[in-house]
């Protein structure tokens, strides 16, 4: 079974539009994130929601708005895809909301391609 | 804020050898977390190692180990008996202890020579 899951796995669309990515986890855990992995390869946390709430939101354009249906599932929305947007979207969970050495589960990711 | 550095961008390792990737990060809070993810070419983040800062004990998990100086703000991963499986890109990550945001270094791409 797999344990953080995210479709799809490849997604290319054009400028200007709108598309969503979907996350669900099986492991029961309270607390999920979306990360964005550009062409550096550089991971940067964009959204945190810990059971439907949001409590982390770093700077990101309001294009980009996550919506957390129930603890297990997190997606994410982007409105008017900008070219810059290209990059890997990783969806991850834990099982704490705050401290200790929670591992982070991760999704496989998303290649977003905006053309 | 707190950061993440990884300097070295790239390193080689000989298959069976034994490789030290290196991290510094940079923090005022006492209370942290520090972890080592490897990404192989599948782009899967897969943990490797963890270490909670008030720990003076070096973590180790098989043939992955740590160096954490807390006074240098250092975080060094060693792998020892390298096989190609190693073979990813390694990321050291920071989190702080009140919150569940990781943040990452820029990170190693380390390469398995048979």
């Known amino acids: 079974d797999t344990a953080v899951s995210q479709t799809p796995k490849y997604l290319v669309t054009q400028m200007g539009n709108d598309k969503s990515i979907k996350c669900e986890q099986n492991?029961?855990?309270?607390?999920m994130y979306w990360y964005k992995q550009d062409s550096k390869k550089f991971l940067k946390i964009m959204f945190s929601y810990n059971n439907k709430e949001l409590i982390i939101n770093e700077t990101v354009p309001n294009r980009f708005s996550p919506k957390s249906p129930d603890k297990a599932h997190l997606n994410l929305h982007i409105n008017s895809l900008e070219l810059g947007d290209s990059a890997v979207y990783f969806c991850?969970?834990?099982?704490?909301?705050?401290?200790?050495?929670?591992?982070?589960?991760f999704g496989p990711g998303t290649r977003l391609t905006v053309t | 804020a707190q950061t993440v550095t990884q300097s070295q961008p790239e390193m080689s390792v000989q298959e069976a050898e034994t490789v030290t990737l290196s991290c510094t990060y940079d923090?005022?809070?006492?209370?942290?977390?520090l972890f080592w993810y490897k990404q192989p070419p599948s782009r899967q983040m897969i943990l490797v190692i963890r270490q909670e800062a008030y720990k003076q004990q070096n973590a180790t998990e098989n043939r992955f180990s740590v160096n954490f100086q807390k006074a240098a703000k250092s975080f060094s991963l060693k792998i020892s008996d390298s096989q190609l499986g190693d073979a990813a890109m390694y990321f050291c990550a920071y989190k702080g202890g009140a919150t569940n945001k990781l943040i990452f270094g820029t990170g190693t791409l380390l390469a398995v020579q048979p």
């Open positions: 923090t005022s809070e006492s209370d942290y977390y």
């Open positions: 991850a969970s834990s099982p704490g909301l705050a401290g200790g050495t929670y591992e982070q589960y």
């Open positions: 492991l029961g855990h309270d607390t």
